[in-house]
Nanobody, 127 residues
Framework: QVMLVESGGGLVQAGGSLRLSCAASGRTLRSYVMGWFRQAPGKEREFVSAISELGARTDYGDSVKGRFTISRDNAKNMVYLQMNSLKPEDTAVYYC????????????????????WGQGTQVTVSS
C-alpha cells in the first residue's frame, strides 16, 4: 500500500511557474513508476507525465512537452513536477499516481494502469 500526498498547487499568472511535489509513505517509491495526471472541470483525466522507477526514462503529454519536467528523489520518497510557462489551459486538479514497473511504458499514459492515487492539488493559471 502506498499513500500519496500532493502539494505545491496554487494560483499563478500565465507565464509563471509552479513546482508540484508528491510525498509517498507506506512503501519505498523505488518500486514504482510514477505519473502525474490532471483533470479540469467537465473533462476527462489527462496524462501529464511519468517517470520510471529509477528516473532513467520519462514521458510527457503533448500539451506540456517542453514546459514541464518530472523528477524524483527516491531517497526522500518524493516526486516532483516543475511547471514552467504556464497557460490558462493548464488549470486543473493535478494528481500524483503510482504503478508497478510491470506496466509497459506504452501504457504509462493510461490512468487505468495506476494503482495508487493522491487526493490532488489545484492549479489555477490566470490570463
Amino acid at each position: 500500500q502506498v499513500m500519496l500526498v500532493e502539494s505545491g498547487g496554487g494560483l499563478v499568472q500565465a507565464g509563471g511557474s509552479l513546482r508540484l511535489s508528491c510525498a509517498a509513505s507506506g512503501r519505498t517509491l523505488r518500486s514504482y513508476v510514477m505519473g502525474w495526471f490532471r483533470q479540469a472541470p467537465g473533462k476527462e483525466r489527462e496524462f501529464v507525465s511519468a517517470i520510471s522507477e529509477l528516473g532513467a526514462r520519462t514521458d510527457y503529454g503533448d500539451s506540456v512537452k517542453g514546459r514541464f519536467t518530472i523528477s524524483r528523489d527516491n531517497a526522500k520518497n518524493m516526486v516532483y513536477l516543475q511547471m514552467n510557462s504556464l497557460k490558462p489551459e493548464d488549470t486543473a486538479v493535478y494528481y500524483c499516481a503510482a504503478t508497478t514497473p510491470r506496466v509497459n511504458v506504452d501504457h504509462w499514459r493510461k490512468a487505468s494502469q495506476y494503482d495508487y492515487w493522491g487526493q490532488g492539488t489545484q492549479v489555477t493559471v490566470s490570463s
